[in-house]
């Protein structure tokens, strides 16, 4: 099963984030802050990053220059999920390595098309993910 | 004429009438003092044989007289002269003596000549006078002007203006006291030197003086020809506009940071709007989507118009940020070749919620793909969906918007979209403010949600920023249709090699 890491500091966001991609059969880990995200993604680097840029604990993009500069979580694909405005922010995150910016409130199909194109399905053959799946509560 | 005997006087006017003159005759010599005191002679003729006051005596007493100072007496004796007699008469001051009987033509003559003299002294003396009524007109005059140009040097000098005039070989001829302060501040001689700051006569220069001391001044030069002491010279006047730009730096530094505090705030507002919608948006797409369990129709009907909601506090939200972040710096465009048609499909898509909810149905009319046009994506998507939603938010339920889509009729070097929907027809005051921000045609309130009022006004700044053109067209009674051009992207082939194609297919059918 794909690993996801989401890094984002709202918990209510967050447990909304993680019932969709569970429900899409993805794994869903999470940090709240930064040092946390990095410390994680060194040690068991997931499949895919989901970073807020919003987040307390260092700003989101030296989040993203630690990871991109780390060989070891370098090569993670980093997809920025924000409420910043992209004007300020989506051409920087880009430059420092990001995948794609995708601005809050985001279309789940969207964002949905753009994870699996960096980290692959979900689940091998899991077609019903969508139907029936029944959350568990998420793990910290 | 004096003469005491009445028939020489008869005889003496006899003679001189014909000369035209006005002739006095006295009978004795106080008779002739008499007339003296009133009246100018041009000549006096005097018998000196005279009882009770005889000619010499006459004589004397008129030489006394400042009047008769000078008026020629010439005296008449019957009386042979002897040197004694000539003598006393010459001492007198007469002139002449003529002896009796007088000869007509000598007396005539004599007559006529000091006539002729008195007339050419009157003259003279006339002349004198005139000249001398000039001379003084002229003192008073050269005086006046005298006083008038001291005024305008006043005027010069203490002008708080810098004054400055400068002859034809740009040497300057004068220059007030602020110019000299401002100039020469050493007071070194100033007069003379050549003026070295850019002018041009009949304009304004700006020019930053640098000042050895610092301080330097931004000057504002204007110069108009005009004339000093007889020469033609340039009237070079300087006014220091330092201070006004130094207000105006503040200002704009002011409006600087004032954009930049708006900045901040629009950011923050928009992260901290954006993550609870998002966060609403998920949960319900969540419950929806049956990621949560079943759904009894009637939650999943209500949990509908929730995410109806949802999606339009999402869009105005954007439109909120867009139209505000758009005028701040100007709109984020990214233009490359766009199928339009694909465009204004995903646009339809993004207002379907919308339309099902106002149960107005969404036609679309239009050939199934064009050439691309050169414009951003998402920004053309915007623009068609804002057109869409206006449209369907004031058409009565039950009716239809029309979209449709095709190459410019007028221009071919252009695509024109067009949403028509079934409202009343727009005034004109309606036609003319349509698109500006946060126009509401009719009365909003009352009349149910028509959203911010910001969809058509970001929609002209997109397309004029995408170098289209927007405008409206109304048909009475109801029908409004709001139509955009773009261009056609030269990758797509140029514009004119298109337009030129498509009269060739029109030529052969």
């Known amino acids: ?140 | 004429m004096v003469d005491d005997n009445p028939p020489n006087v008869l005889a003496m006017l006899a003679v001189l009438e014909g000369l035209g003159q006005n002739l006095v005759t006295a009978s004795s010599g106080r008779e002739a003092l008499r007339y003296l005191l009133e009246k100018d002679f041009a000549v006096i003729l005097l018998d000196i044989q005279m009882p009770d006051m005889d000619g010499f005596e006459t004589a004397a007493m008129i030489r006394q007289r400042e009047r008769s100072l000078h008026t020629p007496i010439i005296f008449l004796t019957a009386t042979s002269p002897d040197k004694k007699h000539a003598g006393l008469a010459y001492a007198t001051g007469a002139v002449d003596y003529i002896f009796k009987p007088v000869p007509p033509e000598i007396l005539r003559a004599k007559v006529s000549a000091f006539v002729e003299l008195h007339k050419k002294t009157e003259q003279l003396r006339k002349l004198t006078e005139s000249q001398a009524r000039l001379l003084e007109e002229a003192t008073e005059r050269r005086a006046e002007l005298q006083a008038s140009e001291a005024n305008y040097r006043t005027l010069l000098e203490t002008n708080i203006h810098a004054i400055v005039l400068v002859d034809s070989d740009k040497a300057v001829r004068y220059a007030n006291k602020a110019a000299r302060k401002l100039l020469s501040p050493e007071n070194e001689k100033y007069v003379g030197t050549a003026f070295d700051l850019p002018f041009s006569t009949g304009e304004t220069v700006e020019h930053t003086l640098r000042r050895p001391s610092g301080g330097d001044r931004i000057l504002e030069i204007r110069t108009e020809n005009t004339t000093w002491e007889g020469t033609l010279v340039h009237f070079v006047s300087l006014i220091d506009i330092t201070g006004r730009r130094g207000a105006e730096e503040a200002v704009r530094r002011a409006q600087e940071e004032e954009l930049r505090l708006r900045e901040r705030f629009l950011s923050h507002a928009s992260h901290e709007l954006r993550t609870p919608v998002a966060t609403v948006y998920q949960f319900v797409t969540i419950l929806l989507d049956g990621l949560a369990g079943e759904l009894s129709p009637s939650q999943r009907e209500y949990l509908q118009i929730v995410f109806r909601n949802i999606e339009e506090l999402m869009s105005m939200i954007d439109d909120l940020m867009d139209a505000t972040r758009g005028e701040a710096e100007g709109w984020d465009i990214h233009p490359e070749p766009v199928d339009i048609v694909l465009a204004i499909k995903h646009a339809q898509q993004r207002t379907e919620n919308l339309s099902r909810a106002r149960h107005v149905k969404v036609t679309m009319a239009g050939p199934d793909s064009l050439p691309d046009v050169l414009a951003d994506p998402t920004r053309v998507r915007q623009v068609v969906s804002n057109l869409i939603a206006h449209a369907v938010q004031h058409t009565p339920e039950g009716e239809a918007v029309q979209v449709w889509w095709g190459v410019h009729a007028e221009n071919p070097a252009y695509v024109c979209v067009s949403v028509t929907d079934r409202a009343e027809s727009l005034g004109k005051y309606d036609r003319l403010h349509v698109f500006d921000k946060m126009h509401q045609v009719g009365d909003a309130i009352d009349d149910g949600r028509k959203g911010l009022g910001m969809g058509l006004h970001i929609a002209k700044a997109l397309v004029c920023g995408q170098n289209g053109r927007i405008w409206t067209e109304s048909a009475a009674p109801r029908g409004n249709t709001f139509s955009f051009t773009l261009p056609l992207s030269s990758q797509s082939g140029s514009p004119a090699a298109y337009a030129k194609e498509k009269q060739g297919n029109e030529k052969i059918s």
């Open chain 1, 1 to 140: 099963m794909k690993r996801i890491l989401i890094v984002e500091d709202d918990p209510d966001f967050l447990l909304g984030l993680s019932v969709r991609l569970r429900a899409a059969g993805y794994s869903i880990l999470v940090a709240g802050h930064g040092a946390a995200a990095v410390n994680f993604a060194g040690s068991k680097p997931p499949d895919l990053i989901l970073l807020d840029i919003g987040i307390p604990g260092g700003n989101g993009l030296i989040v993203l220059d630690l990871l991109k500069a780390d060989p070891k979580t370098a090569s993670i694909p980093v997809i920025v999920l924000t409420g910043r405005d992209p004007a300020t922010v989506k051409e920087k995150t880009l430059e420092l390595g990001a995948v794609a910016f995708f601005q809050k409130p985001v279309d789940n199909d969207e964002l949905l098309k753009a994870i699996r194109k960096h980290a692959g399905e979900g689940r091998a053959g899991d077609k019903g993910a969508n139907e029936g799946a029944n959350p568990s509560s998420v793990s910290g």
